[in-house]
Structure formats: structure tokens, C-alpha cells
DNA sequence: GTGGAACGCTGTCGTGGTTC
DNA sequence: GAACCACGACAGCGTTCCAC
């Protein structure tokens, strides 16, 4: 690692990050601070208007939040979604405003909406493919994440619950305070936030339709990170 | 009784195979 | 080559089962 990178490490896990993964009415969210490899706080069933608070008591920095930040317009699907097909990697389609009205199922989405307008004043959604400065949030989701730090053909959304728990363990987070698959999805969101601060994520999209960023690893980490999960990668 | 894991469901997309 | 279909992928939700 070059000594500007090792700089740029060392600030990243001085600093507190967050991650939230968005459920619907009666999961609400689930909040991860992490501060380097501590658990410094997992909060489950919190309202999307409590996250600004908590992020500042903790000295958030940068939240990452496991939710579409912007419906899709039109027919086809966001860039985002589409770049990251071609890149091997399957997500969830984001649908339009009024399909989200028109079933239930969607409703984790509303509140994930809910979540970038609570966090809007003191954590702007980053609307930019970099990150440079100031207290923001972004988008991402775990698979992504997954699929990122593993590679495409390792991650599988079907061993979610004990692969992701692995991954977390492999890079030295204690998930003891994880109780859930929901918590551990937040945590992975919230280490994407560390990557973010460090400048080493991949963004997908455009302004248009929303940025995703995930963490970006070289191959030599990857296999460093599936060397240390063992059977579970 | 509580919490975690596993499973099937919904809704949409992209991919690959088959048919015309 | 174009059109169609089946399949597998993702997300969260609810239910059921099991361990503590």
C-alpha cells in the first residue's frame, strides 16, 4: 500500500461511519456505526426521522444506506442498474414512483425515500460520482458490496447470511453485535463508507438516475479476503 | 418466550436457449 | 436476425421451525 493510501486508511477509521438498511413499517431501520473495525453502536426498529440525530451524537460521517435514492423514470431501467448488469452483477430493479404506489411490496422503498430527506440537512445525498468532503450519504447495497470485495462469481445473494457474516469477520469486524442478517447488511453498508472516505470505492450510474458505489479492492485483496473466510467464501 | 435461520412469496430485469 | 419463453438474480416480508 502506498504510504498516501496508508494516510488516507488511517483517517478513514478514526473517523464514524454509518450504514442503514432500510425495512418497511414494522422492521423501520437498521443503523450500524462503525469507527475502523469497532462496533461503536447496531440499532434495529429505528424511524428514518432518528438517524439524523444518532449519526450526530456519534460523530457520523458518512452514511451509506441499503435503499434506491431516486425512482426510476421512464421504461428503462437507472444506469446504475443497467451498468452493473454488464458488470456481472444482478440488482434489485428500482421501480417507478407510481408502481411503487400501486403494491405494498414497495413500501420499504417509500421509506427509504424517507431516509435520504431525513439524513437531507445534515448528511446531503452525495450527488457526485467521488467524494470529497463534508458529511454525506450515498447509495449502496450488500450484494453489490459482496460482489465487489469477492468478485461476481464468489458472492451469492443465497448464502447472504453466512457469507456476509464471514466477510465482515475476514476484515476484522466483531459481528457479535450483528444479531441479524438486517445488521450485518448495514455494517456492510457502513464499511462502504469507510472505502468511500479513503477514495477507493466504483461508482455506477449517473446524476441523472442516482450513483451506486461500492468498495473497490484489487484482485490481490480479494483473494487475500476469501483466503481468510474459508469454506464460507 | 425469544431470537435466528430457512423458506416461499412478490415484482422486474437480464441472459441464454429455442423457434420461426 | 427477430421474437418469445424459461430461468435465475436481487430486494423485503411473513411464516415456520429450531435452539437456547
Redesign the pocket.
Known amino acids: 500500500m502506498k504510504a498516501s493510501d496508508q494516510q488516507k486508511k488511517g483517517i478513514a477509521d478514526q473517523l464514524a461511519v454509518a450504514g442503514v438498511?432500510?425495512?418497511?413499517?414494522?422492521?423501520l431501520c437498521n443503523l450500524v456505526i462503525l469507527r475502523g473495525t469497532e462496533v461503536v453502536a447496531s440499532i434495529s426498529q429505528i424511524a428514518p426521522e432518528d438517524l439524523p440525530a444518532l449519526c450526530i451524537e456519534h460523530g457520523v460521517q458518512v452514511v451509506g444506506v441499503?435503499a434506491p435514492c431516486i425512482w426510476r423514470k421512464g421504461?428503462a431501467?437507472r444506469q446504475a442498474?443497467?451498468d452493473m448488469?454488464?458488470a456481472g452483477v444482478?440488482?434489485?430493479?428500482t421501480?417507478t414512483e407510481e408502481?411503487g404506489q400501486s403494491?405494498r411490496?414497495y413500501?420499504?422503498m417509500f421509506f427509504g425515500m424517507r431516509v435520504y430527506a431525513a439524513l437531507a440537512a445534515t448528511h446531503p445525498r452525495l450527488q457526485a460520482a467521488r467524494y470529497t468532503s463534508g458529511s454525506v450519504c450515498f447509495e449502496t447495497?450488500?450484494?453489490a458490496i459482496t460482489c465487489a470485495l469477492l468478485g461476481a462469481d464468489v458472492?451469492?445473494?443465497?448464502l447472504?447470511?453466512?457469507q456476509r457474516?464471514a466477510l465482515l469477520e475476514a476484515l476484522g469486524i466483531d459481528t457479535t453485535k450483528l444479531?441479524?442478517?438486517?445488521a450485518r447488511?448495514a455494517a456492510l453498508c457502513a464499511l462502504t463508507a469507510q472505502f468511500l472516505l479513503r477514495g477507493k470505492t466504483r461508482t455506477y450510474g449517473d446524476a441523472v438516475g442516482g450513483f451506486i458505489h461500492v468498495p473497490e479492492v484489487t484482485p490481490d485483496d480479494a483473494v487475500a479476503i476469501i483466503a481468510k473466510m474459508g469454506k464460507f467464501a
Do not use: L
Request: no cysteine.
Open positions: 438498511d432500510v425495512g418497511a413499517h414494522k422492521k441499503d421504461s431501467a442498474e443497467r448488469a454488464r444482478s440488482s434489485f430493479s421501480p408502481q403494491s411490496f413500501d420499504w447495497f450488500p450484494h458472492a451469492s445473494a443465497a447472504k447470511s453466512t457474516k444479531k441479524s442478517v438486517d447488511d
